[in-house]
């Protein structure tokens, strides 16, 4: 892979980064504004911190190899191909995430949270299909059932949460005081879950990039500390339309649903740490998290057609993702060529 090439796939990387934590800032802080605990400034500067802390202490954990990075992003198909012609491989690193970039900069212009994971991989497999590589199908079935049980599971948890707190409530166990702290310390928790989750996936591109290129996995430690601060960063920015959509559209949140919310998104996205191959979308875990909570009150509390928006987006991403990462690849192809 030519010099050029690897420092751009890198850039790259560093701007999805920021993307995902701008994108994916309302993940941690949408209940919290939403419920008035904490002001929008100290919600995503809290968001930041824990983003930018948790980033750090994923990769610290992490033992970077080729093999890891290929796995974990469902290249295995793509790597093969291009193991020949790292220089291939580098643009098809940039079709994929420039896609991954272009679908989260739209989804947030909709006010849409959707899955970055998702579009990656969506991504990827129209790349993978353009170069003529066999597809990771396995990959995209199990990426399916994921997004179909995920939800699912973050729902049930949640409205089973609330219940909880409403019987709680009832015999004044619990005062507003204690949610609103508790949920300060739910929101930090999903804050810190996403950056442990989401960093990974600017990195291994690059471990892949570098892999190719010659470069020790080993020696990235300049380049997990700029993933985390660019992810922190694009959080403290904040993706407003996503916010207000979790936040105020979806449904109208009290401070105890907020709690049960976000205990419901970390303790779903938690899974992810035990041996779930698969990512755990944190924009899928909070939004069905929120309905459930919302659910829990009422079925009438929920605005379901704009949970049928989020969720139609949802369904659309992979498959959206692989017909924009085709065509970029098809057009970098043209430009690149001798």
């Known amino acids: 892979m030519s010099a050029t ?39 995503l500067a809290m968001a930041a911190l824990l983003n930018l802390l948790g980033a750090l202490l994923g990769m610290a954990l992490l033992v970077l190899t080729a093999d890891w990075a290929v796995h974990l992003l469902g290249m295995m198909p ?55 590589a066999a597809a990771n199908w396995e990959r995209l079935g199990l990426l399916l059932l994921v997004s179909l049980a995920g939800p699912f599971l973050s729902a049930g948890i949640a ?21 609103r702290f508790a949920q300060t310390l739910s929101a930090g928790a999903v804050a810190t879950g996403h950056g442990i989750n989401d960093s990974r996936l600017p990195l291994a591109v690059v471990v892949v990039a570098a892999s190719s290129g010659g470069i020790a996995p080993s020696s990235l430690t300049g380049i997990m500390v700029a993933v985390a601060v660019a992810m922190g960063a694009g959080t403290l920015m904040g993706g407003h339309r996503i916010i207000r959509t979790l936040g105020r559209h979806l449904t109208d949140l009290s401070v105890a649903q907020g709690l049960a919310a976000e205990v419901s998104a970390a ?70 060529a001798p």
């Open 78 to 132: 793509l790597a093969e191909a291009t193991a020949q012609d790292p220089d291939l491989l580098a643009m098809a690193l940039l079709a994929v995430m420039g896609t991954t970039v272009f679908w989260d900069l739209l989804t947030w212009r909709l006010g849409m949270p959707a899955s970055t994971w998702h579009a990656f991989i969506g991504a990827t497999l129209g790349v993978t299909l353009v170069i003529g």
């Open 159 to 179: 409205f089973a949460l609330m219940h909880g707190l409403l019987r709680l409530g009832r015999h004044e166990l619990v005062q507003r005081g204690h949610l």
């Open 5 to 43: 090439l690897l420092v751009l796939v890198v850039v790259v990387a560093l701007v999805m980064a920021y993307v995902n934590g701008f994108h994916d800032a309302s993940n941690a802080v949408s209940t919290t504004i939403a419920t008035r605990t904490l002001r929008e400034s100290t919600a």
């Open 267 to 336: 303790t779903t996205m938690s899974l992810s740490l035990f041996g779930i191959s698969s990512p755990i979308s944190t924009s899928h875990a909070l939004a069905s998290s929120v309905v459930g909570a919302g659910a829990a009150r009422g079925l009438r509390t929920v605005r379901w057609k704009v949970a049928l928006q989020i969720g139609v987006t949802w369904l659309i991403t992979p498959l959206a993702s692989a017909v924009i990462g085709a065509a970029v690849i098809g057009v970098i192809r043209e430009l690149m």
